[in-house]
């Protein structure tokens, strides 16, 4: 079987996994990796579910939704609750746990941590939520390089708003490599 | 241009298989259709750059007689159309051909849009108080407790005042006139075909075989009578006591103003953009 | 200057030589951007495919999932003189771009269900006057409101049969952001080719899926335009009879001075109540898509060699039904897939002869069952038993999985 790694980011309407997802997906094209992003989300742009799929592989991606995830990131208990189900038995469980309160199964490979109130208190603001945990998950899975990673972010956001996203991508590089499980 | 001969008409029709034309004896449609072709005349417009574009209803199959780039298009749709016509070659002068139900039930979303945009087409809009086509039911326009053949027992609706609606929406040109004042109509024409921006001409209209004999309106001659007796120019409406003026079609220019028009301003656009491209490299 | 008012006026730009060819390739200057390999939407790449045909006027209104379409194009079509003009509602979009194309543009709009339903009459008058242009349905789950941000198959009948009255028509189904821009690019080329109204349905997986693309350079995108006329006017014909029922189009503003009708017409557009005149133009909008099936129909066969198991379907279920086979041939199932990326007209051919030595066919789609119909109508040498429908409408899409116990129960 070709390489190829399933990857969900799970929410809320808001909290910006859709770009996340995409500044995921254009790190693997400057990887020259083949990669399809697809995305799932309500109605409304805030509030309500919200998630973005990866997929990265070496081979022609047939289905373009991951319906086994290698990794899942979950930021909210709802989207920890429905997916959890569908992650591999080797996969890796990424939950912020500001809101993710229990797990309804035990995951080989959980990570913890209160991304949201870690972006509040070191960056100022939850915004950059996404890109903090997004930036941990690439050091933890090493799905894509670091640089990669910060040209992506580079070439998605606009400029006003690089600084801030690099810092918070720094700080999700250094909680995963300092992380202890 | 009162002197131009009737035979200039005939020189704008198409004569191969388009006659006889569908209207009946009496019907206005003919007469609003001459005074169109004297206004491009005397204007000496090139028939090239004409384009005529209709909806559907009576008033609506007049481009087919006419020898210019012609238009018959979807009911209540032709300002929709037209304004893609226009909005690709503004060069063209584009008239859109329209009658009560088409512009102002049907079609009354795009009327107030291309007001609003403010695109220059020349709207006329042939008031005939009813559906003429569909053979006489309840339009708009139809007056309040006028009989049709969806209202047999007198409609209960107040009707548009066309006009209003246009100025409301912002048309830059906006007239009215009747089937009777055939040098008035002409002559307004030939200002709106010159005034940059969205026209609308409401020319009252008589349909006397399905309106007016629902309505006992007299027969064709009666009701040109009639729409001489009870209008009156916009000009004498202040030195009239306000009874005089209750009730009559008010006829002449209400509204002309010069303002920003469609295609101009996308056209500033367009230079403004490919500036800023030419200034990134 | 009243006479020459009244003179015959001559052809101006249509005797230029270049403008009587119908195929040209656009040189790079008109396309600025770098050609990398880049990561593109669904709808992102239906806009540069639109560009890159050459379409320079687009008339349309806001409606998920087809907005990206709009929201591009509103930003390059000013750059390259072209007109986006945002309208006050979806009949209005199909309308405007109809006019547009009678004085010349290669137009085109985009829209999802709601508005799709809305265009319907217009598509109608595009078809009888023979009008080219393009309508991009990025399908959501319906009916009405639906589920604006969920994706369905849902209007692959309306597509084909929406307008009242007959009409053949012309639809093509991507299955890839790759294949949206080609697809944008054929419908447009068809359109201008065929002188009609050309659909593009798009999933809404697709329109809104990023996948890494590289356009191909302008030099190597074959652009079709439609065939102007060389005659003098009073000899044009708006609807020329010839062979392939190809024919010349004049525009407004050009000398030619024709008319245009949604009444049926006779061959110089001219509203007719004849008989036959009727049954003639009825049958010239038929001829034209059959006398020219083979240029209109394109089918992918994947896996189908040896299959004794044929899998039907298009769009972003034929994705799924690719992994599903992947799947199931590393068990040794004989499966393949039949895709047809031109929908309508039907590739009726192509399938009954692929489908021949295939004992099962199963039928995917995210619909109550609509393509199924056609495979029924091909296959009636099978049993019903050997034709299995998988069909999802809440939102979700059909999966490899979905697909593959399928695969597994019917082998
Ligand atoms: C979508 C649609 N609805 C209804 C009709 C039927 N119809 C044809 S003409 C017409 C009314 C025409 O009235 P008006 O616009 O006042 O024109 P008139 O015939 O009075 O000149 C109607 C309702 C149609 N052709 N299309
Ligand atoms: S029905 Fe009325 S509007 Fe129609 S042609 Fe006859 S008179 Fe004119
Ligand atoms: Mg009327």
């Known amino acids: ?181 | 241009m009162a002197n131009i001969p009737q035979r200039i008409i005939h020189e704008y029709l198409r004569h191969d298989k388009k006659f006889p034309h569908v209207w009946c004896a009496g019907c206005s449609n003919g007469i609003v259709l001459g005074a169109i072709i004297r206004a491009i005349a005397s204007l000496n417009l090139d028939r090239d750059d004409i384009v005529m574009v209709s909806g559907i209803g009576c008033s609506s199959r007049m481009p087919v007689y006419v020898d210019f780039n012609t238009l018959h298009t979807l009911h209540g749709r032709s300002i929709a159309y037209a304004t893609g016509v226009k909005l690709h070659k503004p060069n063209l002068k584009v008239i859109v051909i329209t009658g009560d139900g088409d512009c102002t039930a049907i079609g009354g979303n795009h009327l107030i849009h291309a007001a609003r945009r403010n695109i220059d087409l020349k709207v006329i809009l042939i008031n005939n108080n009813i559906y003429g086509m569909t053979g006489g039911q309840c339009s708009p326009t139809t007056p309040h407790e006028a009989i049709a053949t969806t209202a047999p027992y007198g409609n209960i609706e107040p009707d548009f005042n066309v006009c209003n609606l246009a100025i409301g929406a912002g048309a830059s040109f906006v007239a009215r006139t009747t089937a009777f004042h055939v040098l008035e109509m002409q002559g307004i024409m030939k200002d709106a075909l010159e005034h940059p921006g969205f026209s609308l001409i409401e020319v009252v209209s008589a349909c006397p075989v399905i309106f007016g004999r629902l309505n006992k309106k007299g027969g064709a001659p009666q009701m040109m009578k009639d729409f001489r007796d009870n209008s009156i120019p916009l000009a004498a409406v202040d030195k009239l006591p306000p009874e005089k003026v209750e009730g009559k079609i008010i006829r002449g220019i209400l509204r002309r103003e010069i303002r920003p028009e469609y295609c101009a301003q996308y056209a500033s656009l367009v230079e403004r953009v490919k500036v800023k491209e030419a200034d990134n490299g | 200057m009243l006479k020459k008012n009244t003179k015959k006026a001559e052809p101006k730009k249509t005797t230029k030589p270049k403008a009587t060819k119908n195929e040209t390739k656009l040189d790079e200057l008109q396309s600025t951007r770098e050609r990398k390999n880049v990561l593109m939407q669904g709808n992102e790449a239906v806009a540069y495919g639109a560009l890159d045909a050459g379409v320079n006027f687009f008339a349309g209104y806001p409606i998920t999932p087809s907005t990206e379409v709009a929201e591009i194009l509103s930003a390059e079509l000013p750059k390259r003189g072209g007109v986006f003009v945002q309208m006050e509602d979806e009949i209005a979009s199909i309308c405007a771009i109809t006019g547009a194309s009678l004085a010349g543009a290669k137009s085109l709009t985009a829209t999802s269900g709601p508005g799709f339903s809305l265009m319907q009459e217009g598509i109608g008058f595009a078809k009888i006057t023979e009008t080219p242009c393009v309508v991009v349905n990025v399908q959501r789950m319906g009916p009405s409101t639906g589920m604006p941000t969920s994706p369905a198959q849902g209007d692959i009948m309306q597509a084909k049969w929406g307008s009242h009255g007959d009409s053949p028509s012309i639809v093509l189904y991507p299955d890839s952001v790759k294949e949206s821009y080609e697809l944008t690019i054929r419908a447009v080329n068809l359109a201008e080719k065929y002188r009609t109204c050309v659909i593009l349905l798009l999933d809404e997986v697709i329109g809104h899926m990023r996948e890494a693309v590289r356009l191909p350079d302008m030099a190597n995108v074959r652009v079709i335009n439609r065939i102007k006329p060389t005659v003098p006017p009073h000899w044009y014909k708006h609807y020329d009879e010839n062979q392939k029922y190809l024919s010349p189009l004049a525009s407004y503003g050009e000398g030619y001075r024709f008319h245009v009708t949604g009444l049926t017409h006779d061959s110089h557009g001219f509203p007719t109540n004849k008989s036959s005149e009727a049954s003639e133009m009825m049958e010239r909008l038929r001829k034209k898509i059959d006398y020219n099936i083979r240029d209109l129909v394109q089918i992918e066969s994947h896996q189908m060699e040896d299959a004794k198991i044929a899998i039907f379907t298009a769009g972003i279920t034929a994705r799924a039904a690719k992994a599903a086979i992947a799947m199931a041939r590393a068990e040794g199932i004989k499966v393949g897939l039949l895709r047809p990326l031109t929908i309508w007209p039907f590739p009726d051919d192509a399938v009954r002869k692929m489908l021949r030595n295939v004992e099962t066919v199963i039928v995917p789609e995210l619909n109550q069952g609509q393509l199924i119909h056609e495979i029924q109508r091909l296959t009636k040498d099978k049993s019903d038993g050997n034709l299995i429908p998988i069909q999802r409408v809440n939102g979700q899409l059909i999966t490899p999985n979905d697909i593959l116990r399928k695969i597994k129960e019917v082998s």
Do not use: W
């Open chain 1, 1 to 181: 079987m070709a390489k190829s790694y399933e990857i969900r980011l799970s929410g809320s309407g808001g909290q910006g996994l859709i770009l996340a997802g995409i500044i995921l997906a254009r790190a693997a094209v400057i990887e020259k990796r083949r990669v399809t992003q697809t995305q799932s989300y309500g109605p409304e742009s805030r509030g309500g579910y919200s998630r973005a799929d990866v997929i990265i592989s070496d081979d022609e991606i047939y289905f373009p939704e991951a319906t086994n995830f290698n990794c899942l990131l979950a930021l909210t208990q709802e989207a920890c609750d429905v997916y959890l189900y569908d992650l591999r038995d080797t996969g890796i469980l990424i939950i912020d746990t500001t809101f993710v309160k229990n797990l309804a199964l035990a995951a080989e490979n959980t990570y913890e941590l209160p991304f949201t109130d870690i972006a509040q208190e070191k960056l100022g603001s939850p915004i950059t939520t996404n890109i903090l945990s997004l930036a941990f998950m690439v050091q933890i899975t090493g799905i894509v390089k670091p640089e990669s990673l910060k040209q992506s972010i580079a070439e998605s956001v606009k400029p006003a708003f690089v600084e801030l996203n690099h810092k918070a991508m720094e700080l999700g590089f250094e909680l995963a490599k300092n992380y202890k499980k």
